[in-house]
């Protein structure tokens, strides 16, 4: 299968640990993006990169997260001192490019859980 | 970024076309008007994406009028498998980020 993966699918923490998520897109997409979504709500935009480079980011994400994506290729998602608000599905999606034509496809999410 | 007004939730019978309409009065003249679905426990999905009047794929077809302010999602013949929340979502040309709302709850029943 060629899609988008992401590990764990579930994580469940206690309060004030670090997690780390990853998420590994289609090997030929350019762009990664990662979105928040919260029961009965649509995903919510963290931030995406093209290749390495972080091009944007929302207010979303506080100072208590950080994403990478070293070498152009998978990206991590890392929440320090985790606070039960953080609790939520991660999504990790890719694409080719931006815009029309270059539709976003979605991994399956990890599931966080803040104790 | 355009408005869009959906309804929250909707209910329909295996065999039934199902046509899910979308309000974007503030739709921006370089907005195109895609469309996601998305399952239980996964993540969303693209349908279609269209800019005016008609698109069909082997999934969905998508009217938009002439005056863009509001589009109808149309899925013929829905099976359970079709049970999941669609989102519509109006964005530029050269967009990057999806700006997701509260989507449209389809439950298919037996």
């Known amino acids: 299968d060629t899609g988008v993966s992401q590990n764990p699918r579930h994580k469940i923490t206690k309060r004030g640990q670090n997690v780390t998520f990853r998420c590994d897109p289609i090997?030929?997409?350019?762009?990664l993006y990662w979105y928040r979504q919260t029961l009965g709500q649509g995903p919510e935009f963290l931030t995406y990169f093209q290749n390495e480079a972080q091009l944007e980011k929302s207010r979303l994400l506080s100072d208590r997260f950080s994403a990478e994506r070293p070498k152009g290729s998978f990206s991590t998602l890392e929440i320090q001192r985790t606070e039960q608000g953080d609790s939520a599905m991660y999504l990790c999606a890719s694409s080719l490019g931006g815009g029309v034509g270059n539709e976003q496809f979605f991994g399956p999410g990890t599931r966080l859980t803040v104790l | 970024l355009a408005k869009t007004t959906q309804p929250i939730s909707m209910d329909s019978y295996e065999g039934q076309e199902v046509n899910i309409t979308c309000s974007h009065n503030?739709?921006?003249?370089?907005?195109?008007i895609t469309w996601y679905q998305q399952f239980p426990s996964q993540g969303p999905r693209f349908i279609i994406q269209g800019y005016k009047t008609k698109v069909t794929n082997e999934v969905a077809s998508l009217f938009i009028p002439a005056d863009r302010k509001s589009s109808t999602l149309s899925l013929p013949r829905v099976s359970l498998s079709d049970t999941a929340v669609y989102y519509c979502l109006p964005l530029p040309g050269g967009y990057n980020k999806l700006i997701f709302g509260a989507g449209t709850r389809l439950a298919v029943h037996p």
């Open positions: 503030n739709i921006a003249t370089n907005d195109y």
């Open positions: 090997s030929e997409h350019n762009r």
